[in-house]
């Protein structure tokens, strides 16, 4: 199964600052169609997870253009520019490439 | 978009649970959906999947107990819980991926 190792574990942010975090896949996560099935979640306290961007880089509906995926192959990251109260919660990546399917173990963002 | 899980509950280790979601706002035929599970407290658990032409994936850890399907007709997605086990207690979420209903909780235990 590909395993998909987050860092950091935690993350302790000061409002407007910007974040980072890290998607590390034991397998290429290329498709043979060609395309990249890397997704990133959001779950902030007490919610349902949302998704932020899907295909590595692309934005989901309403989803503010602070938040900015990229990577390829093996390795991934997610930026969150200008860090907002609302943004703290729990960071998931998931991945749709290889059966079964596997999230990452989170990232918990913090504001300080 | 509308999801709406149903039929969780608690139930006695070795027994059988079935869980709904109803779907609404988009066309549930031509979409991939997931069940997707977080036991308390700890993070989100990927269990199956089904595609719009009902091929279906399942994670190892369930492969063989649950089963999904999903009924067009009534825009309704299924997780069949069989021979559940104290580690199958979580929250279950299906899923759309851009949508996620609100969960459902099952709880294993004698």
């Known amino acids: 199964d590909v395993v998909l190792t987050q860092t950091p574990v935690s993350l302790s942010v000061t409002l407007g600052d910007q974040a980072s975090i890290s998607c590390r896949s034991s397998?290429?996560?290329?498709?043979?169609?060609?395309?990249?099935?890397l997704e990133w979640y959001l779950q902030k306290p007490g919610q349902s997870p949302q998704l932020l961007i899907y295909e590595v880089s692309n934005r989901f509906s309403g989803v503010p253009d602070r938040f900015i995926g990229s990577g390829s192959g093996t390795d991934f990251t997610l930026k969150i520019s200008r860090v907002e109260p609302e943004d703290l919660g729990v960071y998931y990546c998931?991945?749709?490439?290889?059966?079964?399917?596997?999230f990452g173990s989170g990232t918990k963002l913090e504001i300080k | 978009v509308q999801l709406v899980e149903s039929g969780g509950g608690l139930v006695q280790p070795g027994k059988s649970l079935k869980l709904s979601c109803s779907a609404s706002?988009?066309?549930?035929?031509?979409?991939?959906m997931h069940w997707i599970r977080q036991a308390p407290g700890k993070g989100l658990d990927w269990v199956a999947y089904?595609?719009?032409?009902?091929?279906?994936v399942y994670a190892d850890a369930v492969k063989g107990r649950f089963t999904i399907s999903r009924d067009n007709a009534k825009n309704t997605l299924y997780l069949q819980l069989n021979s559940l086990k104290s580690e199958d207690t979580a929250i279950y979420y299906c899923?759309?991926?851009?949508?996620w209903g609100q969960g459902v909780m099952v709880t294993v235990s004698s």
């Open positions: 899923a759309e991926m851009g949508y």
């Open positions: 397998q290429s996560l290329e498709y043979s169609d060609g395309y990249t099935y």
């Open positions: 998931f991945q749709a490439t290889h059966d079964p399917f596997t």
């Open positions: 706002g988009f066309t549930f035929s031509s979409y991939g």
């Open positions: 089904i595609s719009s032409s009902s091929g279906t």
